[in-house]
T-cell receptor, first 112, second 115 residues
Framework: NAGVTQTPKFRILKIGQSMTLQCTQD?????MYWYRQDPGMGLKLIYY???????DKGEVPNGYNVSRSTTEDFPLRLELAAPSQTSVYFC???????????FGSGTRLTVV | AQSVAQPEDQVNVAEGNPLTVKCTYS??????LFWYVQYPNRGLQFLLK??????LVKGSYGFEAEFNKSQTSFHLKKPSALVSDSALYFC?????????????FGKGTMLLVSP
């Protein structure tokens, strides 16, 4: 059982470049999330989805976009990378609002 | 708005001693409370949760947490620490609302267990 899979694990971007962080889950979870983790700051919610075709902004959505065309996939798009987007990004999923989240192993992104 | 405070950036404890990692929360309505652990270069792993019922919740790896509604706290505890418990611990909360609410995480507490 793979759980939540994130690719790539590491990436270096130049300022202004674009990229998509991939996230796939095989647990048939309705809810999916993107968080970023910065040292000493905990996790901040970027976007989340309560089902295919439904997404909503979290606490720090600026500079990011998401889509949810299938239950399994929830990609995060960075259009114009900025140094402030240097962070570790985690995707997570949950079956419902009571259960905890299952996290992926993260993507470490550096923007130079 | 909901929030979580983990007042200690780091907790140091000797192996074999009891440990406590503190967490307080603020939420409208009844809380759902969670603890997660993160080992270096890994994602977060679920430890335990409080939804309703007994105030003392038991979880993975011998950890437990006590829900205290009057003090709005959910401290993580373990009777005897192991060196392998050294990791970053996150407390999280979501509100029990009719609509949907996401988890809000604390800033994390680094637990260092010395041999």
């Amino acid at each position: 059982n793979a759980g939540v899979t994130q690719t790539p694990k590491f990436r270096i971007l130049k300022i202004g470049q674009s990229m998509t962080l991939q996230c796939t889950q095989d647990m048939n979870h309705n809810y999916m999330y993107w968080y970023r983790q910065d040292p000493g700051m905990g996790l901040k919610l970027i976007y989340y989805s309560v089902g295919a075709g439904i997404t909503d902004k979290g606490e720090v959505p600026n500079g990011y976009n998401v889509s949810r065309s299938t239950t399994e996939d929830f990609p995060l798009r960075l259009e114009l990378a900025a140094p402030s987007q240097t962070s570790v990004y985690f995707c997570a999923s949950s079956q419902d609002r009571v259960e905890g989240y299952t996290f992926g192993s993260g993507t470490r992104l550096t923007v130079v | 708005a909901q929030s979580v405070a983990q007042p200690e950036d780091q907790v140091n404890v000797a192996e074999g001693n009891p440990l406590t990692v503190k967490c307080t929360y603020s939420v409208s309505g009844n809380p759902y409370l969670f603890w997660y652990v993160q080992y270096p270069n890994r994602g977060l792993q679920f430890l335990l949760k409080y939804i309703t019922g007994d105030n003392l919740v038991k979880g993975s790896y011998g950890f437990e947490a006590e829900f205290n509604k009057s003090q709005t706290s959910f401290h993580l505890k373990k009777p005897s620490a192991l060196v392998s418990d050294s990791a970053l611990y996150f407390c999280a909360v979501r509100a029990d609302l009719s609509g949907y609410s996401t988890l809000t995480f604390g800033k994390g507490t680094m637990l260092l267990v010395s041999p």
